[in-house]
């Protein structure tokens, strides 16, 4: 009985684990395209070497067709004058109205030293890429519907710009205060919408602090 009752006693004693500590090892950072999975076929093997990254995939398509899609430049010369943007500029006023505002040649000039002083001009020269294929087709395209309501706000004066800004931040708010779903896919309106609505904004309420600015000095 006593024996029984030891072994019964026995099998609740905790034995210490004697075992060496195992050691962590730190996962490969290698990142390939076939996700790790071993069922994934690995495009280093079944694809040609030019096909393999997008810059190597840019060169190969220049390769084939000089005028592809894909390394296609967009020509914002030739939509300037196809869309006779500087015949519509003078239409609307614009080099007028912003000479009333302040805004003349030698106010330019003067901030030819600064613009060189913050080396914009190699900031552009660095993202040409990017300015030309993504920036400058929005602002070529719209500015036959854009040219008259900036004419009209310059002839305004500062406050059509402050209004415009108050007006993008008010849809802002509303957006967060009211919580705002974008349709069918459930997102955040106020974060998605705000990307856009915000920098416009602010792009406008520094512009009528500049316009306000240049009509004090000129004053």
């Given amino acids: 009985a006593l024996n029984s009752v030891d072994a019964f006693q026995s099998s609740f004693i905790v034995q210490p684990n004697t075992a060496a500590p195992s050691k962590f090892s730190r996962t490969s950072g290698i990142v390939y395209e076939n996700f790790g999975f071993d069922f994934a076929e ?3 093997k079944i694809a040609p070497d030019q096909l393999l990254g997008e810059a190597k995939y840019k060169q190969w398509i220049g390769t084939v067709n000089e005028n592809s899609f894909l390394n296609r430049q967009y020509n914002f010369l030739r939509r300037t004058r196809e869309l006779n943007l500087l015949g519509k500029t003078a239409e609307n006023g614009i080099l007028s109205k912003l000479e009333s505002n302040g805004l003349d040649l030698a106010k330019i000039e003067a901030v030819l030293p600064l ?8 900031i552009v020269g660095s993202n040409q890429q990017l ?3 993504g920036l400058l087709p929005a602002v070529v395209e719209g500015a036959p519907f854009l040219l008259p309501v900036i004419g009209l706000a310059l002839e305004i004066g500062p406050l059509s710009f402050f209004g415009g800004s108050a007006v ?5 708010y509303e957006l967060i205060a009211n919580q705002v779903k974008i349709p069918f896919v459930g997102l955040d309106a106020s974060f ?3 990307l856009l609505l915000v920098p416009l904004g602010a792009v406008l309420a520094a512009l009528g602090i500049g316009l306000t600015l240049l009509n004090a000095n000129s004053d």
């Fill in 168 to 172: 993008f931040a008010l849809l802002e």
């Fill in 115 to 122: 613009v060189e002083k913050l080396n914009l001009l190699g």
């Fill in 192 to 194: 998605y919408l705000g």
């Fill in 42 to 44: 690995d495009q280093g």
């Fill in 131 to 133: 300015l030309i294929n």
